[in-house]
T-cell receptor
Framework: DTAVSQTPKYLVTQMGNDKSIKCEQN?????MYWYKQDSKKFLKIMFS???????INETVPNRFSPKSPDKAHLNLHINSLELGDSAVYFC????????????FGQGTRLTVV | GENVEQHPSTLSVQEGDSAVIKCTYS??????FPWYKQELGKGPQLIID?????GEKKDQRIAVTLNKTAKHFSLHITETQPEDSAVYFC???????????FGTGTRLKVLA
């Protein structure tokens, strides 16, 4: 009965590869997010979708492309991976009309070698 | 846009003592302030939150205070226990967007 689930939990890949991370929420929320947490633990927002529409697109390289096939799913595709992309990526969801918290997934630790 | 600062970055306390973490925010339109606890290898989890129409909220050993005028909010943990050791994040919900802007985190270590 996991609320926000991400797959995979760990991802090790070589520079230059393309990879995807998947996220699903079963909370019925209307908004989903991708956050990046670096080695210093800083949590930075990357993207947000509300009802399948992109509403937040921070200064992120265009090698990162989010996709939301429906409001329960938000995937992150990364092209031409670089060493600096190594981080933990968190998916989150919230019901913005209620002005409550965002629920986070367990994270995907991406290591680019 | 919103900017959230958090202090201290690390905090060590003896078991049973209190811990206080402070945050400031910049956007006066922000109206929702959650606090998250992140344990090793896990995602952040909400521990308490406060809205801008409230000055203080308490839940057992955890309390949060908000000073809207000064744009400060603080987390207070009393009677700390070793299982309170984790990284704590404050956040502010940007009133003009859907963003949750996070502070830089505080690594709390409770010494037994």
């Amino acid at each position: 009965d996991t609320a926000v689930s991400q797959t995979p939990k760990y991802l090790v890949t070589q520079m230059g590869n393309d990879k995807s991370i998947k996220c699903e929420q079963n909370l019925g929320h209307d908004t989903m997010y991708w956050y990046k947490q670096d080695s210093k633990k800083f949590l930075k927002i990357m993207f947000s979708y509300n009802n399948k529409e992109l509403i937040i697109n921070e200064t992120v390289p265009n090698r990162f492309s989010p996709k939301s096939p429906d409001k329960a799913h938000l995937n992150l595709h990364i092209n031409s991976l670089e060493l600096g992309d190594s981080a933990v990526y968190f998916c989150a969801s919230s019901q913005v009309t209620l002005n409550t918290e965002a629920f986070f997934g367990q994270g995907t630790r991406l290591t680019v070698v | 846009g919103e900017n959230v600062e958090q202090h201290p970055s690390t905090l060590s306390v003896q078991e049973g003592d209190s811990a206080v973490i402070k945050c400031t925010y910049s956007d006066s339109a922000s109206n929702y302030f959650p606090w998250y606890k992140q344990e090793l290898g896990k995602g952040p989890q909400l521990i308490i939150d406060i809205r801008s129409n409230v000055g203080e909220k308490k839940d057992q050993r955890i309390a949060v205070t908000l000073n809207k005028t000064a744009k400060h909010f603080s987390l207070h943990i009393t009677e700390t226990q070793p299982e309170d050791s984790a990284v704590y994040f404050c956040a502010a919900r940007d009133g003009g967007t859907y963003k949750y802007i996070f502070g830089t985190g505080t690594r709390l270590k409770v010494l037994a």
